[in-house]
């Protein structure tokens, strides 16, 4: 069946939005090789300049690397997913994490403290979810991140509290919408991000030595009705990129 494209956004950005959507999703996987420049032309039926200027864009994107043997896919040598990214992924039916290599070191009904409360607009020693992760790639550890979710929603979902993947690879987020039909909005998720040096406790996680520049991010997914169902928090060492897919 023929692609078609739809505007008035530029033909090559929808070429990109499609490539990279394919990559982040894993449809397209590391050191896999991306159709020639001439392909995608034909494909999509579009002109060879639109082609190699959608090509461009995803090499100074960092998700694809020319040489002598073609244009591969090269994303998560140095890259790493975000929040809006995870989010996104679920609602399309899928969820990303660098090569599948997201590990739960902690999952655990808890009270809520001030900060995570004050996110989250509920009462300090409330009853909260506290998942706790770390994402690697290859033997590299990429994130290290701990997510809050209201506590009545492990009655509902158990498996918010098992140290095993969420099952069918749908993420918390999808687990939840499936057994509630409660799902963030993804026009009010919010997301902050500041530089920091590494404390003993993130140093530990990610194999990196205290003192060492991180970048520290949080994400707030409200439902429509205001109500938090997940605030995170996660740290990136120095070196990594970080995607956001719109």
Not at 78 to 102: C, E, K, M, W
Not at 179 to 194: K, V
Not at 213 to 236: C, D, Q, T
Request: one cysteine or more; a negative charge.
């Amino acid at each position: 069946m023929t692609p078609h494209l739809q505007r008035p956004e530029p033909v090559y950005m929808q070429l990109v939005a499609h490539y990279r959507d394919a990559i982040t999703s894993g449809d397209l996987r590391e050191g896999e090789r991306m159709p020639s420049v001439r392909e995608i032309a034909e494909q999509w039926q579009v002109a060879y300049t639109t082609a190699a200027k959608a090509m461009r864009q995803l090499a100074a994107d960092g998700l694809v690397s020319t040489s002598k043997q073609g244009t591969i896919v090269a994303f998560l040598e140095n890259g790493t997913f975000s929040p809006a990214d995870r989010l996104r992924s679920v609602q399309r039916g899928r969820v990303i994490y660098p090569h599948g290599a997201s590990k739960i070191i902690s999952a655990e009904l808890t009270t809520a403290p001030q900060h995570v409360a004050d996110a989250m607009g509920i009462e300090p020693g409330d009853s909260v979810v506290r998942r706790e992760r770390v994402t690697k790639h290859g033997d590299v550890p990429v994130t290290w991140s701990v997510t809050w979710m209201p506590g009545e929603l492990a009655e509902a979902v158990p498996e918010l509290l098992d140290l095993q993947p969420i099952p069918g690879g749908q993420g918390t987020v999808g687990l939840l919408k499936e057994r509630t039909g409660r799902f963030p909005d993804t026009n009010a998720d919010s997301y902050r991000q500041c530089a920091a040096r590494a404390t003993a406790e993130i140093a530990e996680h990610l194999g990196i030595a205290e003192g060492d520049p991180v970048l520290l991010g949080e994400n707030r997914w409200p439902e429509k009705s205001g109500a938090v169902l997940e605030f995170g928090e996660y740290v990136i060492p120095a070196g990594h990129w970080v995607t956001v897919t719109k």
